[in-house]
């Protein structure tokens, strides 16, 4: 009391996070605790779930067996893609976009090795395809959001993109050359190779 009557103000420590501090109300405080992680999404990262949702779904689909709808799924994931970035360059985005979409880029890739399998081109040389593509992607993707502020283009095919082709090719194959599709897995061969290629792109 005498530190008040003298004019002098309690410190307080500024460094105190206040999220540790004990709120008035407990059911707020875990409201809080339980949302934060997603108050930093922004639309265009919403938009990227979305798109990963697809792949997702598409990866069940190709287990079932109703290829249309995992092939349309993966086509769906390219155009969130897409707009997602159409929208974060307009907009802004949030702190987790990069990292939320190159997740969502790389599952596109397994998505679309595991429609490839389903839809006959199996066997040891896609095993060893599909990890080629996985691996690629992976480290495309992680170089890229390490880099990402110093990119100005696409060096190598957009894993996006590969995944969008190899599926296309693969779903003409099974419709045109069911006989011979095996033969495709030299696509995902070169999908594989096109992601880490020197390959120069411009984005759209």
């Known amino acids: 009391m005498g530190m008040m009557e003298n004019g002098m103000k309690p410190q307080v420590n500024k460094n105190i996070n206040v999220f540790e501090q004990p709120a008035e109300s407990g059911i707020s405080h875990k409201r809080t605790m339980i949302f934060k992680q997603l108050r930093t999404l922004r639309w265009p990262d919403l938009l990227t779930l979305l798109g990963l949702l697809c792949v997702s779904t598409s990866v069940y689909c ?63 040389a896609m095993y060893i395809a599909g990890f080629l593509n996985i691996g690629a992607a992976a480290v495309r993707l992680a170089y890229f959001t390490a880099n990402k502020q110093k990119q100005k283009g696409f ?24 006989a011979s599709i095996g033969w495709f897995v030299v696509f995902y061969f070169a999908s594989a190779v096109a992601m880490i290629s020197d390959l120069r792109m411009k984005k759209i």
Not at 159 to 174: C, Q
């Open 62 to 124: 190709s287990f079932k067996g109703v290829f249309a709808v995992a092939y349309t799924l993966i086509l769906a994931q390219f155009i969130f893609d897409y707009a997602d970035g159409k929208l974060a360059r307009t907009i802004g985005g949030g702190v987790l976009g990069i990292y939320l979409d190159s997740f969502s880029d790389f599952m596109a890739v397994a998505a679309a090795v595991v429609f490839g399998w389903f839809v006959g081109i199996n066997g040891p």
């Open 155 to 178: 060096t190598g095919v957009p894993t996006v993109l590969a995944a969008v082709a190899v599926s296309t090719i693969a779903y003409l194959g099974y419709f045109f050359a069911k």
